[in-house]
């Protein structure tokens, strides 16, 4: 099993940034792909922005791509989120998540390890 603990969110006006962490642990060695996603009230949960462990490549939602930069560290176990040029309509709970199954990376959809969420508020 993995384990997600996120830190970072909370307010901030339109225009502004914020950085999102997701620290794994446990069996890490398993996990092939790491990700954000969100939700705002009423809405689907959207996957904005996916990492392929090993490679390095990216894929991101329209909604966040030129703003949003998902990246690892160098031991590939912490994954970050730097928001940037953040909109009313960024608001929303965010959630990283990573998967273990081997399934292809990256992608935005169908991950098996959840982390806690962390709200995001833009507004001003």
């Known amino acids: 099993q993995v384990q997600l603990v996120q830190s970072g969110g909370g307010s901030v006006q339109p225009g502004g940034s914020l950085r999102l962490s997701c620290a794994a642990s446990?069996?890490?060695?398993?996990?092939?792909?790491m990700g954000w996603f969100r939700q705002a009230p009423g809405k689907q949960r959207e996957g904005i922005a996916s990492i392929y462990r090993s490679g390095w490549a990216t894929v991101y939602a329209d909604s966040v791509k030129g703003r949003f930069t998902i990246d690892q560290n160098d031991a590939k176990n912490i994954v970050y989120l730097q928001m940037n040029s953040l909109k009313p309509e960024d608001t929303a709970m965010y959630y990283c998540?990573?998967?273990?199954?081997?399934?292809?990376?990256?992608?935005?959809?169908?991950?098996?390890?959840w982390g806690q969420g962390t709200q995001v508020t833009v507004s001003s």
């Open positions: 998540a990573v998967d273990t199954r081997g399934r292809g990376c990256p992608r935005l959809d169908d991950y098996d390890h």
């Open positions: 446990g069996d890490t060695d398993n996990i092939d792909c």
